[in-house]
T-cell receptor, first 117, second 113 residues
Framework: DSGVTQTPKHLITATGQRVTLRCSPR?????VYWYQQSLDQGLQFLIQ???????AKGNILERFSAQQFPDLHSELNLSSLELGDSALYFC????????????????FGPGTRLTVL | GENVEQHPSTLSVQEGDSAVIKCTYS??????FPWYKQELGKGPQLIID?????GEKKDQRIAVTLNKTAKHFSLHITETQPEDSAVYFC????????????FGEGTQLTVNP
């Protein structure tokens, strides 16, 4: 158990809908990362937050957005869902802030499996 | 941006044998290289990592080597056991990109009893 929690474990929804995935980082971790894992694109970085602020953006679609709250939990919002958005979505957390001369270990949660029908 | 290539995509070994997985990266500024093990239905689990100021790191049956000049790094598992069967991912990151991880495509390791 990494200490990172994600809810829900599974989510089944229809095209055009909107969903919210939730992540709670390990105790003491300030940075949260979101990754998408699909069969055709592998594990891809989406977005990173540190202490409530967006720090880095990867291949995240405009239909997707995220935020990190004062209690450090994070939510990933996916809207206007398409069949191709079906994937595993992972949250990871780390202690150190980005760009402070320290690449700290990232610990992954169990993921949310999203199925868009 | 960074590109990480991983080989082989599948690897089958007999219990007790060694397994080696290799990765290459493209960005010479990358300075942190973790390895993750992912079992079916679970999230990636960090098993070992290496930083660019170190050439080799060992942790019991697992070792990682890094060749900065050639821009490649490898995972070595000795005395493999059936419970080592999983998908292994290498990754690379650098602090100037906010420590985001760029992953290889993964290697499905099967250890046959």
């Amino acid at each position: 158990d990494s200490g990172v929690t994600q809810t829900p474990k599974h989510l089944i929804t229809a095209t055009g809908q909107r969903v919210t995935l939730r992540c709670s980082p390990r105790s003491g971790d300030l940075s949260v990362y979101w990754y998408q894992q699909s069969l055709d694109q592998g594990l891809q970085f989406l977005i990173q937050y540190y202490n409530g602020e967006e720090r880095a953006k990867g291949n995240i679609l405009e239909r997707f957005s995220a935020q990190q709250f004062p209690d450090l939990h994070s939510e990933l919002n996916l809207s206007s869902l398409e069949l191709g958005d079906s994937a595993l979505y992972f949250c990871a957390s780390s202690v150190a802030p980005a760009g402070r001369g320290l690449n700290n270990e990232q610990f992954f949660g169990p993921g949310t499996r999203l199925t868009v029908l | 941006g960074e590109n990480v290539e991983q080989h082989p995509s599948t690897l089958s070994v007999q219990e007790g044998d060694s397994a080696v997985i290799k990765c290459t990266y493209s960005d010479s500024a990358s300075n942190y290289f973790p390895w993750y093990k992912q079992e079916l239905g679970k999230g990636p689990q960090l098993i070992i990592d290496i930083r660019s100021n170190v050439g080799e790191k060992k942790d019991q049956r697992i070792a990682v080597t890094l060749n900065k000049t050639a821009k490649h790094f490898s995972l070595h598992i000795t005395e493999t056991q059936p419970e080592d069967s999983a998908v292994y991912f290498c990754a690379a990151s650098k602090e100037t990109s906010g420590s985001r991880l760029t992953f290889g495509e993964g290697t499905q390791l099967t250890v046959n009893p």
